[in-house]
């Protein structure tokens, strides 16, 4: 079954908050620089923006979030209890939906992630030392472009 998307609402910050803090947390190789009450108010302004779709099965909790502005992915994160189950394909191919191009970066040592990314068609655009994000560790920027529509030969 496919996960109802919605844009967020400020009631969501709270459980996408959550789901930034475990995503650290299940991560030995990053750092802890935030509190959870930081991780809402993070969430909470991505939402206040207009950047979040949140993924949700039919009177769930939110189970997954992507915040977006314009082709810049800030963000994508699954509740662990919902990881595997689709959600984070079904928010990356409705980003694409909206936008023809779409840039983001992830840690080098998340290699799950980099996987996902690269199934889901990106390409690696970039590398860094980590002298650039706030936990001083190597990224990569990755890149997907819708393909053009092939040209119709005009009628004759």
Not at 4 to 21: E, F, H, Q, S, V
């Amino acid at each position: 079954m496919s996960p109802r998307l919605r844009p967020a609402t400020p009631t969501d910050a709270g459980r996408l908050g959550a789901m930034i803090g475990a995503a650290v947390a299940s991560r030995p190789w990053k750092p802890r620089l935030h509190s959870g009450a930081e991780d809402i108010a993070h969430a909470g302004q991505m939402i206040e923006r207009g950047w979040v779709t949140v993924a949700e099965a039919p009177g769930s909790a939110p189970l997954g979030f992507l915040a977006r502005d314009g082709a810049y992915v800030h963000a994508l994160f699954v509740a662990p209890e919902a990881q595997g189950a689709g959600i984070g394909r079904a928010l990356i191919e409705h980003a694409k939906a909206q936008s023809p191009l779409l840039d983001l970066w992830t840690f080098a040592a998340n290699e799950g992630a980099q996987r996902f990314y690269e199934r889901a068609g990106f390409a690696v655009i970039e590398r860094g030392d980590g002298s650039r994000n706030d936990e001083g560790l190597p990224d990569i920027r990755y890149r997907w472009q819708a393909k053009a529509a092939a040209p119709q030969e005009s009628a004759r």
